[in-house]
């Protein structure tokens, strides 16, 4: 059984940055990525990384101002968050998926093929 643990949300002002982390507890799943989601809009996939090898994909939305990482000396896969902008405002939430990311997470999402779910952290944005 996989258990994740989102930390690190918070508020920040536009422009400023946040690091979101994701603690997992024994098979952490060959792909993990970061979802997010806004009040009243569909879940989305911003970011997720390979375990083995470390190959990271991002969605157009973050691209160049996100960062997803892996510490496997600590079982956490971060998400370095810059420049954020109001639109980042979003619960966000850490998955594993037993499948590699692509296809998994690239070029489309398949959110069915992530098995294993945070509890989420508030980001805010203002």
């Known amino acids: 059984h996989v258990q994740l643990v989102e930390s690190g949300g918070g508020s920040v002002q536009a422009g400023g940055s946040l690091r979101l982390a994701c603690a997992h507890s024994?098979?952490?799943?060959?792909?993990m990525g970061w979802f997010r989601q806004a009040p009243g809009k569909e879940r989305e996939g911003v970011a997720a990384?390979?375990?083995?090898?470390?190959?990271?994909y991002y969605s157009d939305s973050v691209k160049g101002r996100f960062t997803i990482s892996q510490d496997d000396s600590k079982n956490t896969v971060y998400l370095q968050m810059n420049s954020l902008k109001n639109e980042d405002t979003a619960v966000y939430y850490c998955?594993?998926?037993?499948?590699?990311?692509?296809?998994?997470?690239?070029?489309?999402?398949?959110?069915?093929?992530?098995?294993?779910w945070g509890q989420g952290t508030q980001v805010t944005v203002s």
């Open positions: 998955a594993a998926s037993r499948y590699d990311c692509k296809p998994t997470f690239y070029p489309s999402v398949s959110e069915s093929d992530f098995a294993w």
């Open positions: 024994g098979y952490g799943g060959a792909c």
């Open positions: 990384i390979y375990s083995e090898g470390g190959t990271t």
